[in-house]
């Protein structure tokens, strides 16, 4: 059975980092891109970036450019979002998925809540 | 970036009626691989997203088959065929054929 369980969320200060962390199981972790997505409350959904299978190539929204930053460990099958310089339109819950677009089996975590507020 | 852009934004349907949601990107999803990447999401209430429908037509594993995708140009469709209660939820669209991946605003499906 497939898990991804986001962690890391809280309430953060504008300009202050978060690292948001999550951890795979039930799948063969090396051999499937990750996405991270969010969703502020009461809104619909934005996706936020990609890191593909070995790490070798990450994609981001226009908006977190230069400010997040997407990375994975295949050897202890964990994604992380290091998230830096943040904003107050930045408090979404964040949610971690694998095959957002392709043929193998879909899945999204539980979803972290950020919250950036002074 | 693509703009996808989803009709109606609220959609009141009656139980065991059809219902469709048009999604419209604003450009072309066909990518070089042959395939469109276009995907259908369900949220229900308190719920993380769950995805429906991958490559414009092809049904998840689980995924009643009142549901379906299509598509004509840039234009994408999904159908239900017989609204159940268990349906009622905000539906997405999402292109994956360019980078950034963007979603649709979402479209709510309310009891008439």
């Known amino acids: 059975q497939i898990h991804l369980v986001e962690s890391g969320g809280g309430v953060v200060q504008p300009g202050r980092s978060l690292r948001l962390s999550c951890a795979a199981s039930?799948?063969?972790?090396?051999?499937?891109?990750l996405h991270w997505v969010r969703q502020a409350p009461g809104k619909g959904l934005e996706w936020v970036a990609l890191?593909?299978?070995?790490?070798?190539?990450?994609y981001y929204t226009d908006s977190v450019k230069g400010r997040f930053t997407v990375s994975r460990d295949n050897f202890r099958n964990m994604v992380y979002l290091q998230m830096d310089s943040l904003r107050v339109e930045d408090t979404a819950t964040y949610y971690c998925?694998?095959?957002?677009?392709?043929?193998?089996?879909?899945?999204w975590g539980q979803g972290t809540l950020v919250t950036v507020s002074s | 970036d693509v703009l996808m852009i989803q009709s109606p934004l609220f959609l009141p349907v009656t139980l065991g009626q059809p219902a469709s949601i048009s999604c419209r990107s604003s450009?072309?999803?066909?990518?070089?691989?042959?395939?469109?990447?276009l995907s259908w999401f369900q949220q229900r209430p308190g719920q993380s997203p769950r995805r429906l429908i991958y490559?414009?037509?092809h049904r998840d594993s689980g995924v009643p088959d009142r549901f379906s995708g299509s598509e004509s140009g840039t234009d994408f469709t999904l159908d239900i065929s017989r609204v159940e209660a268990e349906d009622i939820a905000t539906y997405y669209c999402?292109?994956?054929?360019?980078?950034?991946?963007?979603f649709g605003q979402g479209t709510k499906l309310e009891i008439k």
């Open positions: 890191i593909t299978k070995n790490g070798d190539e990450e």
């Open positions: 039930g799948f063969i972790f090396s051999d499937n891109g």
């Open positions: 490559r414009v037509s």
């Open positions: 450009q072309g999803l066909f990518h070089s691989d042959g395939t469109s990447y």
């Open positions: 998925a694998k095959s957002l677009t392709g043929d193998a089996a879909g899945h």
């Open positions: 999402m292109q994956g054929t360019h980078w950034p991946h963007t």
